[in-house]
Structures are given as C-alpha cells and as structure tokens.
C-alpha cells in the first residue's frame, strides 16, 4: 500500500504508468464517493421518462447528430439503471487519465487534479440526465483527446495530429455542442505550463497557439457544415430549442458587461457549485509570485490563470446569457488543473491535498442531496400516477387506457421539501414542470412506470379542450 508520506518522497520519480493507474482508480473512487446515491438510486427526472423507442431526431434538429449516432448504435438507449451512470464515470475517470498525461503531472498533483475535477459535482447536472450522461462523459474523452494528440504532435505525423485533432472536436462538439470549449480551457492551461517552463521560445508559443485555434475554428466550420447536410438529408426543420439559449440583443445592450457585473457582484453558481470560487486562491498565488519575481512571464502567467478561472463561461458571454449548470461542463476542469498547477513549484502539497479531499466531501453532500431531492419527487409522482388510474378506474370501471385518450388540462403542483434553491431540474415534477403543457410528461410517467399505456387525444380535441 502506498502511503503519503511514501507519494510525497518519490513524488517526482514515481512511473507514468503507476501515476495514470492511480489517476484512473482514485478518479473511479471519488466518482462513486460523490455520486454513489444516482449509482444506487435509479429516479425517473426531468426528460427520462422515454421509451426504448424514442425517436432522437429532435436532437439531428439541434445539432447533435453525433449524439444520435451513439444512442442508437453503441450505447443503450435510452438508458440502463446503475450501468449507464457507472459508465458515465468511468468515462470522467478516464477523461482524468487523459488530463493527467497530457499535462506530464507527477502523482500528487494527478490527486489533487482528480479530486477538484470529480469533487466538485457539475457533472451531477449531466447524470441527472441518464438518457445522455454516458454519451455526454465520452464526448468529453474526445475533447480531451483532440488536446492531447494536438500538444503530442511529431514532425513525422503532423498533419494526421491535426486531422485527429480537428475530427475528435467536430464529434465532441456534435454530441453536446459546449464541449467545444474544453479544449479551449485545456490550451490555456498548456500556456501556463508551457510559458513556466525553462528555455520555451514565445515565438513557439504563439505560432502553436495560432495553430490550435485555426484548427478549432476548422472543427468548427466543418461541424455546422456537417450539420447543415444531416438536416437537409433528413428533411428536417431546424429546432428552435437552442435560440432559448441565446440572447438576440447580446451586442446591443451591453449585455456581456451586464454578466460580467453580475457574476462579479453575486459570486453565485447553481447548487453545489460555489466551492469553485476558491480557485482564487490559486490566482492569488501566481499573484504572489509575479509581485514577488516581477517579469514579464509571470505577469503573462497571472493573466492566462485568470483566463482560465474565466474560461468555462465562455460560452455564457458568447451567446449573451446565463447558461444552465450542465452546459458548464469546462467548470471543473478548471478547477483542477488551476489548483495542480500551482503546487508545480511550491511547497503547499499538503494543503491544496487536504483541500482536494474536503472537495470531494462537500461534493459528495450536495450532489447527493441533489439526488435525493430528484428521488422524494420522483416516488411522489409514482404513488399520485397511482391514485389518479385508481380513481379513473373507480369513477369509469370500463376504462381502458388503450382505447380512450387522457388529458391533463392544467399542471399539480405539491411541495417537495427536499427541493433545492437554485438546483434548476433537480426535485422537479413530471406534473408541473411545463406549466399547462406538461400533459406529454404526465402521461409518459404512466407510461415508464407501467401504470397505464395511456395516450393523448388529437391536437384537435386538445385546443377545444
């Protein structure tokens, strides 16, 4: 058994692959310490109550034609209880591994990188979401890879690091369009590391960094090219679900000055998340260093860390809005690697470890609070999908459900104690969630759970209704 004290002697001698099986064990270890209530628990949330027979063309309408591809050939659709949400982490675990070689970490900070990435639970706004949590975690393996096969390049095979780089980024991007920016996030990093690295050449620098973002922008162009041929080869009308994420007027009324001041002012994430405001400490410490060794590489690395604290609302001051907390898939990454990056040259391991580990534990309380939240909605909605059949049954005793329609007219609505501030879909009902449009869900909750096959009456019988 390896011990603390053994890790931080041999910290810097210890073998790649030790540091990336450990990586990939402890990163496993901390996924089933923080999400191990949705591991054990399978709840019916918010958009799960589909059958083995959804049709997934919305989702060719909004881009996401690779998640499609997916979860109708490779993984099961929609989801599988326990085996879904465990492959989804084994995914993260592996997306840790990736993270760890890329950046050469020697073990300590492989712990502390894994620690803050799976800790710090923004991940539980994707696993509430079995129907797309697995496909979502590999699109994340995919981001990392097309980082990674980017800063690898050789001479002798450059030009097909730069086609494996741009193909891996089209498809992460076509599974869940914001994992386009990890990436991003990733360089950023790279140029702190790089640029406190002895003897780099900023020429260097600066040409690969133009590099990289010409080939994300390639990815890019290629993706909504993509996109543009499946829709049109489907027949298929352009979704307006994605227009609800973006705010029209972004550049006239100011409104990327109007987040800015927001998030400056409230210093508040969706539940769960705030522990990310303590990667200020790094920032904190390389402004330390840039007062304490004033040159011109510490004021660039001071600018890049707090770019890369920034980094994962990218996407909110692109598009103009707030986005919800499962889009910010870039948050703990950033975290991560701001905090392993740090103890490159210090002599705080001890510390930001201890901190790495209290993470993981704050995590694991709000993630699975989250979840149970989910779990008390979701069997209230069972037992009231119980007694409303019941009661259909006693008035009518001839009722069949496959012969006569069913409409819930206006939404139900109950308190859900367990109901978190600020937790978005999490503790939600089937009964209430779209207001007067929320009979589909109702009646797929009747559907999911095998109460009733019912259905829903034509679109004609509903606006007389």
């Known amino acids: 058994m390896i011990s603390l004290k053994y890790i931080i002697k041999n910290n810097n001698t210890i073998e790649r692959s030790t540091i990336l099986t450990t990586t990939f064990i402890i990163s496993l270890l901390f996924g089933v310490i923080v999400y191990g209530f949705e591991l054990t628990h399978f709840t019916l949330s918010i958009d799960e109550a589909i059958s083995p027979e959804y049709d997934y063309t919305f989702f060719n309408a909004i881009g996401r034609w690779m998640f499609v591809f997916l979860k109708t050939y490779i993984l099961p659709n929609p989801y599988v209880p326990f085996f879904t949400t465990f492959l989804s982490l084994i995914f993260l675990a592996l997306t840790s591994v990736i993270i760890v070689q890329s950046f050469r970490f020697n073990l300590i900070q492989a712990i502390i990188f894994s620690a803050f990435f799976i800790g710090l639970p923004q991940f539980a706004y994707q696993l509430e979401f079995n129907t797309q949590s697995d496909a979502v975690s590999l699109g994340l393996i995919l981001a990392c890879i097309s980082f990674y096969c980017f800063i690898t390049r050789t001479k002798n095979h450059l030009v097909l690091s730069y086609i494996i780089c741009i193909v891996c980024i089209t498809l992460a991007t076509a599974i869940y369009q914001s994992l386009l920016f990890v990436p991003i996030t990733l360089y950023i990093a790279k140029l702190i590391y790089d640029i406190n690295t002895p003897n780099i050449q900023l020429k260097k620098i600066i040409r690969d960094c133009f590099i990289f973002f010409l080939l994300v922008i390639i990815a890019t162009i290629l993706y909504f090219t993509i996109t543009k041929i499946v829709i049109s080869l489907n027949n298929i009308t352009i979704n307006s679900y994605t227009q609800n994420f973006v705010n029209k007027d972004t550049l006239n009324n100011f409104s990327i000055l109007y987040l800015i001041k927001q998030f400056l002012t409230k210093m508040s994430l969706a539940y769960g998340l705030n522990p990310y405001f303590l990667s200020f400490i790094p920032i904190v410490w390389f402004t330390y260093i840039t007062?304490?060794?004033?040159?011109?590489?510490?004021?660039?690395?001071?600018?890049?860390?707090?770019?890369?604290?920034?980094?994962?609302?990218?996407?909110?001051?692109?598009?103009?809005?707030?986005?919800?907390?499962?889009?910010?898939?870039?948050?703990?990454?950033?975290?991560?690697?701001?905090?392993?990056?740090?103890?490159?040259?210090?002599?705080?391991?001890?510390?930001?470890?201890?901190?790495?580990?209290?993470?993981?534990?704050?995590?694991?309380?709000?993630?699975?609070?989250?979840?149970?939240s989910d779990h008390i909605t979701y069997e209230t909605d069972k037992a009231l999908a119980n007694r409303i059949y019941y009661s259909i049954q006693d008035k009518y005793p001839t009722f069949s459900p496959a012969v006569t329609a069913v409409y819930f007219r206006t939404p139900y609505y109950y308190t859900n104690f367990w109901k978190l501030e600020n937790s978005e879909t999490f503790g939600a009902s089937h009964f209430n969630w779209d207001g007067a449009q929320s009979s589909g869900r109702v009646i797929q909750i009747f559907k999911v759970t095998n109460i009733a096959n019912m259905h829903l009456p034509s679109i004609n019988i509903r606006e007389k209704l």
């Open 291 to 372: 007062i304490s060794k004033f040159d011109y590489k510490k004021i660039i690395i001071l600018a890049l860390s707090i770019l890369l604290f920034v980094s994962p609302f990218f996407i909110c001051i692109i598009l103009g809005k707030p986005q919800p907390a499962r889009i910010l898939l870039s948050l703990p990454i950033a975290m991560g690697l701001l905090f392993a990056l740090c103890t490159e040259k210090t002599k705080f391991n001890k510390p930001i470890l201890c901190l790495s580990v209290f993470i993981v534990l704050i995590g694991s309380a709000s993630a699975n609070r989250l979840f149970y």
